[in-house]
């Protein structure tokens, strides 16, 4: 039975003052979550801490958006896995699209972030997907199994999450066609030696289109970005039918 990840990535958005007012709200609208599924808040590194201290014991999990492959060393600007784990953070995004496009992140980084969340005890998020003009050219599949291949080297596949995030959906309103995005996540499940592996869809994902998405049979959960800063709407995800 795999299990339903439902994740929320506020991007550089919302200080601690923020993500307090935000847990707040999302508390009372989280009253009756359902048990078969984890929500999990992917924040900036500054309100980790702050969320860390105010989950009271509640279903939701917290998570980091970037973690380094070192354990510690002279890296600018980096953060490691013991950092994170202090500040009791289970989920770690590896890969996200906007890492590889502004960052300069290629699959071999993403692959050493990912071996460094495990050893570290964090459960990596790993992000594939393609961009508009690979998908117009019909190598959406080929792009996206060469993601997969290189990036899980070595990777161990019982503590992992994989999120589908066709590019050109990010952040434009422009959602994939559910069946779509089932059929890719379908592909990729094929290619994984462990088939509990959840896969989560990510793209434009928001309150009036959560349910068809999780009606999809190969989908097990989302990537939220723009709605999940919205504590009813978020809350509406995670609670969907
Ligand atoms: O990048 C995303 C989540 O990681 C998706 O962002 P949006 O939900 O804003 O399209």
């Given amino acids: 039975m795999r299990k339903i990840v439902i994740a929320g990535n506020w991007k550089m958005h919302k200080t601690q003052g923020d993500a307090l007012a935000f847990l707040q709200e999302f508390l009372n609208y989280l009253t009756e979550t359902p048990d078969d599924r984890e ?16 989950l009271h014991g509640s279903l939701i999990k917290l998570g980091a958006q970037n973690i380094h492959w070192a354990d510690e060393g002279a890296f600018t600007g980096e953060i490691s896995g013991d950092m994170l784990s202090e500040l009791g953070v289970r989920y770690v995004i590896v890969g996200h699209s906007e890492r590889r ?20 005890g964090l459960t990596p998020i790993l992000c594939v997907g393609e961009t508009k003009e690979q998908r117009d050219a019909g190598e959406t599949d080929s792009i996206i199994a060469a993601q ?25 309103g422009d959602t994939c066609e559910a069946t779509d995005a089932n059929k890719v996540i379908g592909a990729i499940r094929a290619q994984l030696t462990n088939q509990d592996v959840p896969i989560q869809y990510g793209g434009s994902v928001k309150p009036g289109n959560i349910d068809e998405i999780m009606a999809q049979s190969e989908i097990d959960g989302v990537l939220v970005g723009g709605a999940s800063l919205q504590a009813e709407g978020f809350a509406r995800i995670v609670n969907f039918q």
């Fill in 101 to 120: 496009q502004y960052f300069g992140e290629t699959d071999e980084t993403v692959n050493q972030r990912l071996l460094a969340a495990q050893r570290h």
């Fill in 39 to 54: 929500a999990v808040l992917c924040v900036p590194f500054t309100a980790l801490g702050t969320l860390s201290k105010n």
């Fill in 148 to 172: 997969i291949s290189k990036d899980l080297v070595d990777v161990d596949q019982s503590n992992l999450v994989i999120a589908y995030e066709p590019i050109w959906a990010i952040g434009t």
